[in-house]
């Protein structure tokens, strides 16, 4: 199983410096990944967030979000639900061995945890910090 965190699926939605190398991960690699309402969630606020920031305008936005949609509906996402519990506690225990070395910001110990509940083996990201614990967790961990 293939956990992408938001910064990976953004690139696959919304055109930034990683979407060349995140649909090349992907097509050298031509499964479902996983897709939670948490995930959901973060990635669509992520793209409202970029109209906020004047990242880009409201229809290529809107494009974006439905492309969520349609992602969904041709099987390219596998929507999952996380026990938020199972969640937390993993986060804590990574954060326990792993943030006074690495540093690890809490949405990065959730997203790694939430990979880690879901028994996923591949972790992607375009966040340099989050492969690190990815790998520290015993992911397999990559970076686009």
């Not at 540093?103 to 591949?122: E, F, P």
């Amino acid at each position: 199983m293939v956990y992408p965190d938001t910064s990976f699926l953004f690139s696959t939605v919304l055109h930034d410096s990683n979407t060349l190398s995140a649909f090349a991960y992907l097509r050298a690699n031509p499964q479902s990944i996983v897709l939670t309402p948490w995930q959901k969630c973060e990635l669509r606020n992520a793209i409202r967030l970029s109209v906020f920031k004047k990242d880009c305008d409201g229809t290529v936005a809107g494009r974006a979000l439905e492309k969520i949609s349609s992602n969904i509906a041709e099987g390219h996402y596998t929507e999952m639900a996380l026990v938020w519990p199972d969640v937390l506690t993993i986060a804590d225990e990574l954060s326990e061995k792993h943030t006074l070395k690495l540093g690890v910001r809490t949405l990065d110990l959730l997203h790694v945890a939430a990979a880690l509940s879901l028994n996923a083996k591949t972790f992607l990201t375009c966040d340099r910090r989050q492969v690190t614990l990815a790998g520290a967790a015993g992911l397999n961990a990559v970076i686009i």
